[in-house]
């Protein structure tokens, strides 16, 4: 099982990404996906989730600004990230649990200039 998260960059204040993460070796459509990110020297948060059966959920620093999508066709969870703020900035990880097991993607570091 493995997730490849990509789509991260340098980008000022006020702007936009959206990052992706590929599934692979998994049947995608039955299981969660989430996003967290790490800023520097802090701990990994979660901010973002999606169901399997496309429910999306937040922290409440996100929303609004974040929007976690998925596309079980091509076996991919995408996170639209809008209005960035630089404290946005962070390595962000995509992840999911297959049976019992925690999956991190590697992260795709976003930075935020002001």
């Known amino acids: 099982v493995q997730l490849q998260a990509c789509g991260g960059g340098l980008v000022q204040a006020g702007g936009s990404l959206r990052l992706s993460c590929k599934a692979s070796?998994?049947?995608?459509?039955?299981?969660?996906m989430n996003w967290y990110r790490q800023p520097p020297g802090k701990q990994r948060e979660w901010v973002a989730g999606i169901t399997s059966g496309g429910s999306s959920n937040y922290v409440d620093a996100v929303k609004g600004r974040f929007t976690v999508s998925r596309d079980n066709v091509r076996r991919m969870s995408s996170l639209q990230i809008d209005r960035l703020r630089p404290e946005d900035t962070a390595l962000y990880f995509c992840h999911t649990r297959y049976s019992g097991t925690d999956v991190w993607g590697r992260g795709t570091q976003v930075t935020v200039s002001s």
């Open positions: 070796g998994i049947n995608f459509r039955l299981y969660d």
